[in-house]
């Protein structure tokens, strides 16, 4: 088991910045790659970026590529989504989520991934 906790999230204006983390907890060892996903009201959850525990080679949403960086500490569990010049469509609840086996192919499906936080809220408005 992985237990998962994300925090950093709240309310923000348009270009503003935002860090989030996600803090892991029980069997870290596990951890193949990380991710987060976002979900807003009519979009449902959707893949923002992932990193691979190891490597740290990251990947992004074209949405975000160039605004977000997902970054981990392995040293202390702990994952990272550093949010740069946020926009409104940024808005929605963050989920961070931790896979055994990752795959560059299926990064982006609910499916890869084995474990997940409760989710933290970012809000973006002017």
């Known amino acids: 088991q992985v237990q998962l906790v994300e925090s950093g999230g709240g309310s923000v204006q348009p270009g503003e910045s935002l860090r989030l983390s996600c803090a892991a907890s029980?069997?870290?060892?596990?951890?193949?790659?990380m991710a987060w996903f976002r979900q807003s009201p009519g979009k449902g959850r959707i893949f923002v970026a992932a990193?691979?525990?190891?490597?740290?080679?990251?990947y992004y949403a074209d949405s975000v590529e160039g605004r977000f960086t997902i970054s981990r500490d392995k040293a202390k569990s702990t994952g990272y989504l550093q949010m740069n010049n946020v926009e409104i469509d940024d808005t929605a609840v963050y989920s961070c989520?931790?896979?055994?086996?990752?795959?560059?192919?299926?990064?982006?499906?609910?499916?890869?991934?084995?474990?997940w936080g409760q989710g933290t809220q970012v809000t973006v408005s002017s």
């Open positions: 989520a931790t896979s055994r086996r990752f795959d560059v192919a299926t990064m982006t499906w609910l499916t890869t991934y084995d474990f």
């Open positions: 029980g069997r870290a060892a596990s951890i193949d790659a």
């Open positions: 990193v691979k525990w190891s490597s740290g080679n990251d």
